[in-house]
C-alpha cells in the first residue's frame, strides 16, 4: 500500500469503513511508516476532541412550536405517542414471533411483563429526545455527581459508571416511570446516539444475560445484576449497543 | 419492521398519497420524524451557517417531509430527513450557502508536511464555539461530508446516498475534510502557544 491510498484509507479506518483486510492493510501500512502513523495518531486526536464537543445546536422553541402547529393532531388524542399505539405494536412484534416459532425457530418469549417494560422504555425514551431539556435533570460526566443526585429519590441509588474511556460519555441521569414505579434514568451519548439505561430494582440479586431486541426501531438490550434490573435503549446499533452493556457489566464488576 | 408494515397500509388505503391531513399519517410522521428535529436544524445551522436561514429551511423540510411521507419506506429515518434538507437548502438558498460548493476537488492538498506538535496540544480540548467554526470555515462540500459524519454520525453509504456520490467520493472528501481541519487546528494551537 502507498502512502496515498493510505492518506485517504486510515479516514475509512478510523471510522469502521473497512473490512477486516482492508482494515489490516493499512495498519500494517501505518505500522511501517512512521509518516503515516502520525497522520493516524493525529487525525484520531482530533475525531476524539470533536465527538467529545457539543458540536450540536438546538432548534429553537418557536420553530418547534411552528412545525408542530403544522402537523394536524387527532382531537380525540394527545400528541404524545401514544401508549396504546406502542402495545399495538407489540402485539404486532408478538404475531410475528409466533410466525418465527412454528417455523422451527429458535426465539424468546416475551412475556407480558417484558412487554409492558419495554413499551414505557420506548415511551421514555422518545420522550426523553423531543427535547434537549427533556434529557436530563442533571447533568455531569462525573458519576460522583450523578449518583448522588438519585439517593432519596429512588428506592437504591443505581450504579453509575464512566464508560468515557470505552467511547461513552455520561450525559447525566433523572428519574422517569416505568411500569408505574420511579426508576432511574442514566443517560449517556457516544456520537450522537443517546442511551438511556433504565435501572430498577430486581427481586432477583443474581445475573441473568442480557436480551437483546429490536422494538418500534431501536434497540434494547435488558438484564439484571447485583439487585439491579436493567434496560438500555437506544437508536445505535445492535452491536454497539451489545459492546455498551459489556462495558457496563464490566465497569460494574470492577466495582468502578 | 412494524412502522414500515403500517405505512405500507396506510398507503394501499389512500391512493391519494400526500394527504397531509389524515389524522393517522400525520400522528405516524410526528412520531417518526420530530425526535429528530434538532439533528435535522443542526445540519441545517452548519449548511447554511446562518440561524434565520436555518430556521427556514428547517420548517420548509418538515413540511415537504410531511407531505412526502408516503415515499418513505420505513427503516432509517435520518437520512430521508436529512436528504429532503438538502434538496431544500439547495432550492431555496443556491446562492448563498452553497455557493462556494464549485471548488474544485483537488484545491486543497490532501496532505502537508506533518508537523510533530505537543501530545498535550493536539489533546487539549478545543473549545466548542472555535471546532464550530472551523467546521463552518470548510467549502460547502467538505463542509456537508464532516458534519453528516462527525455530528450526525450517518455512515460512508448513508452519506454516498443523500449527496449523489459514489461511497469514494465520499472518502475522498472526508479525507480532505480533516486535512483542512486539521491544517485550522495546528494553527491555533502554534498561536496558543
Known sequence: ?256 | MMLAGRHRLGRARSAMAGDVHDPERARRFREAALPHLDEVYTLARYLLRNAADADDAVQECYLRALKHFDTFRGGAIRPWLFAILRNTCKGVYAQRGFADQELAEDAVPLWSEPQETPEAGMLRRREEQSIREMVSALPGQFRETIVLREINGLSYSEIAEIAGVPIGTVMSRLARARSMLRTAWLAIEERAQ
Open chain 1, 1 to 256: 500500500m502507498t502512502c496515498d491510498e493510505a492518506d485517504v484509507l486510515l479516514h475509512a479506518l478510523i471510522d469502521g469503513e473497512l473490512d477486516a483486510a482492508r482494515a489490516r492493510d493499512v495498519e500494517a501500512h501505518v505500522a511501517g511508516c512512521q509518516r503515516c502513523a502520525t497522520e493516524l495518531r493525529q487525525f484520531r486526536e482530533m475525531r476524539h476532541a470533536m465527538t467529545g464537543a457539543s458540536l450540536r445546536f438546538v432548534a429553537p422553541a418557536a420553530l418547534r412550536s411552528r412545525i408542530e402547529a403544522a402537523i394536524p393532531v387527532p382531537a380525540a388524542r394527545a400528541s404524545q405517542p401514544s401508549r396504546r399505539f406502542l402495545l399495538q405494536g407489540f402485539a404486532f412484534g408478538t404475531a410475528l414471533s409466533a410466525a418465527a416459532a412454528a417455523g422451527v425457530v429458535l426465539f424468546v418469549v416475551r412475556s407480558g411483563e417484558d412487554e409492558r417494560l419495554l413499551g414505557d422504555a420506548v415511551s421514555a425514551h422518545l420522550r426523553s429526545l423531543q427535547a434537549e431539556q427533556h434529557l436530563a435533570d442533571v447533568r455531569s460526566a462525573d458519576q460522583q455527581v450523578v449518583r448522588p443526585w438519585f439517593s432519596g429519590k429512588v428506592a437504591v441509588a443505581p450504579p453509575v459508571i464512566d464508560l468515557a474511556a470505552q467511547g461513552f460519555t455520561l450525559v447525566g441521569g433523572r428519574l422517569d416511570t416505568i411500569d408505574g414505579k420511579p426508576v432511574a434514568a442514566i443517560v449517556y451519548r457516544r456520537g450522537v446516539h443517546v442511551i438511556n439505561l433504565f435501572v430498577g430494582a430486581s427481586a432477583n440479586a443474581g445475573h441473568t444475560a442480557a436480551l437483546g431486541e429490536a422494538v418500534q426501531g431501536f434497540n434494547t438490550q435488558r438484564w439484571s445484576d447485583q439487585g439491579f434490573r436493567f434496560i438500555a435503549i437506544s437508536d445505535m446499533g445492535a452491536d454497539e449497543l451489545r459492546d455498551f452493556h459489556i462495558q457496563f457489566e464490566t465497569g460494574l464488576r470492577a466495582g468502578a
